[in-house]
């Protein structure tokens, strides 16, 4: 029987975005690209760009500058180390790339985003009294090697309804599968920072852990990777998902003066602990691992 020449192209092009997303700090050449995907670089670019709405190489320098935006946000890195780190050897070139994609220079970006952390610690202190709520309380946690199927959501963190229809497909796919258990733990995975990615392209994988390889390949746009072993401060977020970003703004705002640890280039994982078809939106609770050295 014919391969239906719809899922080939698929596969194709989910191979070239494990490619981009896992290298693209690295000199990616056309043949690279080329070898992975099994088409012709004008071909696949046209593919990407239908799907992705950027070319290759637009979605690489993206990729690259966001990328050198959290390091200027969340290290102390020195900007000409962040420029190697993200494959610019030139730094001047990547001063002008970052203030095309910034409106800023690298400098005045850090700058700015120290003073909003400022402004941020000051309304914490201001509305958040130790009468009423506590800071946040966290635990530095090793997790192994976890495999995950899942499904790439991308746009806004706040919309929570589309977040809500691909966990739905997913829970579905997995049934199907008979991969879902009284044990099968629900998770995602947060790889942009939305105060840096245009929200519309902000991506959040929702999947399962998987405790042992598939028995079959992944359809469609199901997905397996392996998340590797990194060590996490752990905090705990108590009520519905649409409130998480309240938590997630304690969490940062108390990071560099009472958590005190150094983040890793690592996405953030959210596992949930419960079902919110049978538990009210007060009692929802979801362990949030920010990655640390």
């Not at 995907?37 to 979605?59: V, W």
């Not at 309380?137 to 976890?146: A, C, K, R, S």
Request: hydrophobic share 35%.
């Amino acid at each position: 029987m014919a391969q239906n020449p719809n899922k080939t192209q698929l596969e194709r092009y989910k191979r070239l975005l494990e490619l981009i997303n896992g290298h693209f700090k690295e000199a990616l050449t056309i043949q690279d690209i080329e070898e992975a995907c099994f088409y012709s670089y004008r071909n696949i670019n046209r593919i990407f760009l239908a799907l992705q709405h950027e070319t290759i190489g637009k979605y690489i320098k993206r990729l690259r500058l966001e990328k050198a935006a959290e390091y200027l946000k969340y290290t102390d890195h020195i900007i000409s180390d962040i420029a190697l780190e993200v494959g610019y050897s030139d730094i001047a070139a990547f001063s002008k790339a970052f203030k095309s994609k910034f409106n800023c220079s690298p400098s005045l970006f850090r700058e700015s985003q120290i003073q909003y952390q400022h402004l941020i610690q000051a309304w914490q202190t201001e509305e958040i009294s130790p009468k009423n709520i506590s800071k946040l309380q966290f635990e530095v946690e090793e997790l192994p090697d976890l495999g995950m199927l899942y499904l790439e959501y991308q746009g806004t963190y706040e919309n929570i309804d589309a977040i809500r229809a691909m966990g739905d497909q997913l829970g579905k796919y997995v049934a199907k599968k008979n991969l879902l258990t009284k044990n099968t733990i629900f998770m995602a995975e947060i790889l942009d920072d939305e105060q840096i990615t245009e929200s519309f392209r902000c991506r959040y994988r929702i999947g399962i852990i998987l405790y042992e390889p598939l028995s079959f390949e992944p359809e469609g746009l199901f997905q397996v990777k392996l998340v590797k072993a990194q060590k996490y401060a752990k905090f705990l977020h108590k009520g519905s998902y649409e409130s998480s970003y309240e938590t997630y703004q304690r969490i940062y705002a108390q990071w560099f003066t009472d958590v005190q640890l150094e983040f890793v280039d690592r996405p953030t994982l959210e596992f949930f602990l419960n079902d919110e078809r049978n538990t009210k939106p007060e009692n929802l609770l979801t362990e949030i691992y920010i990655p640390i050295v």
